[in-house]
């Protein structure tokens, strides 16, 4: 855990015999609309298999692709009660 922004940055997994399985690394970078840090990518890498997983990099996007939104702007996903159940359930398809 970073000890400024308290966003995980390294974690490890363990098989069942006790030996490292996974190694989980994220990349903290500061984001100046919200005053804080996040998280913008991670890597997983499975030792065991040899392989590896880059995900959430926003290499290759323009500069206006990604932004951290600090006021609703009318989004219903920002507002309080989108994620209660009652919401959730009534905007679902089943």
Do not use: H
């Not at 005053?35 to 995900?55: E, I």
């Amino acid at each position: 855990i970073d000890e400024d922004s308290w966003n995980p940055l390294l974690a490890v997994d363990y098989d069942k015999q006790g030996q490292i399985w996974k190694v989980r690394e994220g990349f903290s970078i500061p984001v100046y609309e919200t005053g804080a840090c996040d998280v913008q990518a991670q890597v997983q890498y499975n030792l065991a298999d040899g392989r590896y997983l880059f995900d959430m990099t926003s290499i290759g996007a323009g500069k206006n692709d990604i932004r951290w939104l600090t006021e609703d702007n009318g989004s219903p996903r920002l507002k309080r009660d989108f994620f209660t159940s009652d919401n959730l359930r009534a905007i679902s398809e089943r």
